[in-house]
């Protein structure tokens, strides 16, 4: 049963990693003349964000629940974890603050703000390589 329950958690984890570089990159190169798609966009970054949180949480409480510790992880998978944590955090900020305020921003910013979300979404999926392979 553990290992269904991390498979399920992992496909949600797959999707919530694919939302948040895939709508950065939408909003980068496919839309990025059409404001109204834009904010929605935001919108699903930050909720993508926020299921990258939950559901990365819910690796460690499925561990903690089954085997009453929590994953037994160090050197470069903790760094990795961190990373991915600080992203998802910055990344949910971001988006949230940029659905609440795009309206208000030049062109510019708003072209900045996509490139950061994107660079932090490669960040986060790549820090997930490392969390694997080094835990």
């Given at each position: 049963?553990?290992n269904?329950?991390?498979?399920?958690?992992?496909?949600?984890?797959?999707f919530?990693a694919?939302?948040?570089?895939g709508?950065?990159?939408?909003?980068?190169?496919?839309?990025r003349?059409?404001?109204?798609?834009?904010?929605?966009?935001?919108?699903?970054?930050?909720?993508?964000?926020?299921?990258?949180?939950?559901?990365?949480?819910s690796?460690?409480?499925t561990?903690?629940?089954?085997?009453?510790?929590?994953?037994?992880i160090?050197?470069?998978?903790?760094?990795?974890l961190?990373?991915?944590?600080?992203?998802?955090?910055?990344?949910?900020?971001?988006?949230?603050?940029?659905?609440?305020s795009?309206?208000k921003w030049?062109?510019?910013?708003?072209?900045?703000?996509?490139?950061?979300?994107?660079?932090?979404?490669v960040?986060?999926?790549s820090?997930?390589a490392?969390?694997r392979w080094?835990?």
């Amino acid at each position: 049963m553990q290992n269904l329950i991390y498979a399920f958690i992992q496909v949600v984890h797959n999707f919530g990693a694919a939302t948040v570089v895939g709508a950065a990159a939408s909003a980068l190169w496919l839309v990025r003349d059409n404001a109204a798609v834009q904010h929605r966009l935001a919108l699903l970054a930050a909720l993508a964000w926020a299921l990258q949180a939950a559901s990365g949480a819910s690796f460690g409480i499925t561990t903690f629940y089954y085997d009453g510790h929590l994953p037994d992880i160090h050197g470069i998978a903790i760094v990795a974890l961190l990373v991915k944590i600080v992203c998802a955090i910055i990344g949910f900020t971001v988006a949230l603050i940029y659905a609440r305020s795009d309206s208000k921003w030049p062109a510019s910013k708003l072209r900045f703000i996509w490139r950061a979300l994107f660079a932090l979404g490669v960040v986060a999926l790549s820090s997930a390589a490392f969390l694997r392979w080094f835990s």
